[in-house]
C-alpha cells in the first residue's frame, strides 16, 4: 500500500511536469504567431485558416485517443505523443511555404491534443489514486509553461530570432519530457468487457457529456481567442511592440497559472458548482475589459484578471467528464476535450475572420457573453465533486489509465 502512494505521488509530478511541457510549447508559440504574417505574405484571414488546420488536427486526433488510452493505457499514450510534440514548432517556423506550414501545424495539433488528453486522463487517475483534487494544479502547470513559454520566447525572439527560440523551445520540451516518462502511472489497459460497450459508437451517446463538453468550449474560445489573437490586437490596434504584444498570453497564462495552483483547495472548500460559477463572471468581465481598454497596458491587466476567472473552469469539467457515472474515465474525458478544444484550436479562425471585418473589440465583447452562459450552467459539473465514491481498488481498473 505504502508503494502504491508512492508511485501515485511519484506520477502525480511526472504529470504536473508533462502539463508544463505541453503549456511551454503553446506559450512559446503565441508570439511566433504574428511573424508568420509577413514572413509568408499572407493575411489576417489566410492565417485564421492555417490556425484551423491546427486545430482540425488535434480535434481529429482527440476523436480516437479515447479509444487508444483504453487500448493501449495512458503512460503509453501520453509518452509516444509528448515525444511527437518536441520538434512540431521548429517544423513549422522554417515551413519553406504555405503548403508545408499547413501540414505542419496539422501534425502540431495532432501531437498537442494527443498528449493533451492523455495527460488529463493521468491526471484523473492520479485523483482517484491519491482520492483527492489534483486537476486544477495540474492545469496550473500548463499555464506556468504558457507563461514562461510566452514571456521568454518573446525575449528570445527579439533578442535572436524566431528559429531559435523554436530550438531552444524544443530542448527544453524534450528535457522536461524525459525527466517525467519514468514515472506516470502505468497500469494494464481496460478489460473488454469494461471498453465493448463505448467501442459500439464512436461517439457516446449520453447528453450529459455533451452539456459538458461544449460547456468546455465556451470557456475555451475565449482562451484561444487571447493565445492566437490577443498579441495581432495589441501590436496592431493598440500600438505595441513585438515584447509587450507577447506579454497578453503570458499574463493571461501567468494569471491562470497562480489560480489554477489555489483552484484544488477553492474547489475542495466551495465545491465545484459554486467555484464554476464565480468563475465565468470574473473571466466574463476581464474579457470585456480587454475590449474596452483604452491602451495596451489596459488590455494586458484585463487578460490577466479574465485569466483568474478562467483559470479553474476547464478543469472542473475534466474532472466532472472523468468522473461522470455513466461513461469510462477515458471516453469521458476524450469527448469533452474533443468539443472543448474546438474552442481554443478551431473557433479562433472564425475570430481571425470577425476580427478582420469588426474589429477585435467587438469580438473580444462578444467572447465575453460566452463565459456568463457556462456560469449560469455552473450546475452541470457536480460529479466533478464525486471522487470519494471510487475506492483505490477500484481506481485501478478504470480505463483511464
Request: charged content about 10%; glycine content about 10%; some cysteine.
Amino acid at each position: 500500500m505504502h508503494d502504491t502512494l508512492t508511485q501515485a505521488r511519484n506520477a502525480r509530478w511526472a504529470v504536473a511536469t508533462m502539463f508544463l511541457a505541453n503549456g511551454f510549447v503553446m506559450g512559446a508559440w503565441a508570439p511566433q504567431i504574428p511573424l508568420l504574417l509577413p514572413r509568408h505574405q499572407i493575411t489576417e484571414s489566410v492565417l485564421g485558416l492555417l490556425i484551423l488546420v491546427l486545430g482540425i488536427g488535434a480535434v481529429g486526433s482527440m476523436l480516437f485517443s479515447g479509444r487508444l488510452i483504453a487500448r493501449f493505457g495512458a503512460r503509453r499514450v501520453l509518452s509516444v505523443f509528448s515525444l511527437a510534440l518536441i520538434p512540431v514548432l521548429p517544423a513549422v517556423v522554417f515551413s519553406p511555404s504555405i503548403p508545408a506550414l499547413a501540414l505542419f501545424m496539422a501534425a502540431f495539433g495532432a501531437m498537442a491534443g494527443c498528449m493533451d488528453v492523455a495527460m488529463n486522463a493521468q491526471a484523473v487517475e492520479v485523483e482517484k489514486r491519491l482520492n483527492r483534487a489534483i486537476m486544477s494544479s495540474s492545469h496550473g502547470f500548463w499555464s506556468l509553461g504558457g507563461f514562461l513559454g510566452g514571456s521568454a520566447g518573446s525575449y528570445v525572439i527579439l533578442v535572436w530570432g524566431s528559429e531559435v527560440q523554436s530550438l531552444i523551445t524544443a530542448a527544453i520540451t524534450a528535457l522536461l519530457v524525459f525527466s517525467a516518462m519514468p514515472f506516470l502511472l502505468s497500469t494494464a489497459p481496460a478489460p473488454l468487457t469494461v471498453t465493448a460497450a463505448p467501442k459500439q459508437h464512436l461517439l457516446p451517446r449520453d447528453a450529459g457529456i455533451w452539456i459538458l463538453g461544449f460547456m468546455a468550449f465556451f470557456s475555451m474560445v475565449p482562451e484561444g481567442a487571447v493565445l492566437d489573437w490577443a498579441a495581432i490586437y495589441l501590436s496592431k490596434e493598440l500600438g505595441s511592440d513585438v515584447f509587450r504584444s507577447g506579454l497578453a498570453f503570458a499574463f493571461f497564462a501567468g494569471a491562470m497559472a497562480i489560480m489554477r495552483f489555489m483552484g484544488d483547495h477553492v474547489r475542495n472548500r466551495f465545491g465545484a458548482v459554486q467555484t464554476l460559477r464565480v468563475s465565468g463572471f470574473l473571466g466574463a468581465a476581464g474579457m470585456m475589459g480587454g475590449a474596452l481598454a483604452p491602451n495596451d497596458l489596459v488590455a494586458i491587466a484585463s487578460f490577466a484578471i479574465s485569466g483568474l476567472g478562467i483559470a479553474n473552469m476547464v478543469p472542473i469539467m475534466f474532472s466532472a467528464a472523468g468522473n461522470h457515472a455513466r461513461l469510462p474515465s477515458a471516453v469521458g474525458i476524450s469527448t469533452v476535450t474533443m468539443v472543448g478544444y474546438c474552442g481554443i484550436l478551431v473557433a479562433p479562425s472564425s475570430i481571425g475572420y470577425l476580427a478582420e471585418h469588426f474589429g477585435f473589440r467587438p469580438t473580444y465583447a462578444a467572447l465575453s457573453l460566452l463565459l456568463v452562459a457556462v456560469a449560469l450552467l455552473a450546475g452541470r459539473t457536480a460529479d466533478a465533486d464525486r471522487l470519494n465514491r471510487d475506492a483505490p481498488s477500484q481506481a485501478a481498473s478504470s480505463p483511464a489509465n
